[in-house]
């Protein structure tokens, strides 16, 4: 309908600029023309729309629209801890006695060593851990009850109802 006015507008544009009418005025006669035009294309087609008597009726039905996101669950930190164990070792140690014997009259100095224990630790590698992620795909099965829209027909009185499929 609109385009029909905008189209009878510059109908009257033209019009008054050959017959030297005021713009405006010939704008609104011309729209005027337009719309008695259009008007009249809409009854005739409103007329061939009740000749067919045909109504539809749209129907809707509800769908599911899955997306997914990542969210954070937990996480997991990893480091070195230290632990303390007591540990027993045993150790032979070796040292010298002096033995003297009786009878003699001399006297006689030897030095006498012992074997002392030096402990010392330096670090040994154990092991070697890897830290990896990787990713796991499971299914989940989700239920949902859905909407869905289908006609229903009421009769009234004695009317003939005929149902066709497409």
Sequence with gaps: MENYIIIGAIIGSIIGLV????????????AFIKGLF??????????TNDI???????LKEEQLDIKKERVKIGEVKIRKEVVEDLKTITVPIKREEMVIEAG????????????????????????????????????????????????????????????ETK
Excluded at 135 to 149: A, C, R, V, Y
């Design 52 to 58: 067919k008597n045909k109504h539809t009726l749209e």
């Design 19 to 30: 017959t030297v009418i005021p713009v405006v005025i010939t704008i609104r006669r011309g």
């Design 104 to 163: 003699s009259e001399e006297e006689f100095r030897i030095p006498l060593k012992e074997e002392e224990i030096e402990i010392s630790k330096h670090p040994v590698q154990l092991a070697d851990v890897s830290v990896t992620k990787k990713q796991i795909e499971h299914i989940e099965e989700i239920t949902k009850k859905l909407k869905k829209e289908v006609p229903s027909v009421e009769v009234k009185g004695d009317v003939d109802v005929t149902e």
């Design 38 to 47: 259009s008007r009249q294309l809409n009854k005739n087609t409103l007329q």
